[in-house]
């Protein structure tokens, strides 16, 4: 366990000092702004969907803690590149994993290296900042022009 939580701890710190994809997009198709009053977290999420359904680039703005920029980091590197069902399916997927109803060990999953957030329900006021960047990647493409809160 404590190797696990040092892992998680190490791909946080590593995510949060040099985030991937972290950029405005000014050719968006999707977009959308996410806040998480609790820790003052405030990401942008950024996405450009082509005919195919396919995200062809994916990216965040912002600031917030380091869990929230690292999950953003992680989630933007794992979509860039998918279907539209095939994001939807790990949004849920990711959903499961941070309430601790997904066990990366267990169940099936294609979460790859997001299962190091799977020690996080220990931590309920965590949860939020590792969420956020998926509930604005999802409300993007549910087209939501409202900002998008955890609560
Ligand atoms: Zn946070």
């Known amino acids: 366990m404590s190797n696990q939580l ?19 997009m000014d050719e968006a198709s999707h977009q959308a702004e996410g806040y998480n009053p609790l820790c003052g977290d405030h990401l942008w999420v950024y996405l450009k969907v082509d005919n195919d359904e396919k ?12 869990i929230s920029k690292a999950s953003a980091s992680m989630m933007t590197s794992s979509l860039k590149g998918k279907h539209l ?10 959903q499961q994993l941070l309430k601790g109803e ?17 020690s996080i329900w220990q ?4 949860i939020k900042c590792a969420g956020l960047a998926w509930h604005a990647m999802n409300g993007a493409l549910e087209q939501s022009k409202e900002s998008i809160t955890t609560e």
């Open 102 to 118: 997904l066990d990366p060990e267990k169940d099936s999953h294609d979460l790859g290296k997001l299962k190091i957030f799977s």
């Open 123 to 126: 931590y309920p006021s965590r």
């Open 6 to 24: 040092d892992l998680y701890q190490q791909v946080i710190l590593e995510h949060n000092r040099k985030p991937k994809n972290f950029h405005c």
């Open 55 to 66: 995200i062809v680039d994916i990216s965040f703005s912002g600031s917030g803690c380091a």
């Open 85 to 94: 069902s095939e994001a939807k399916a790990l949004f849920t997927q990711f």
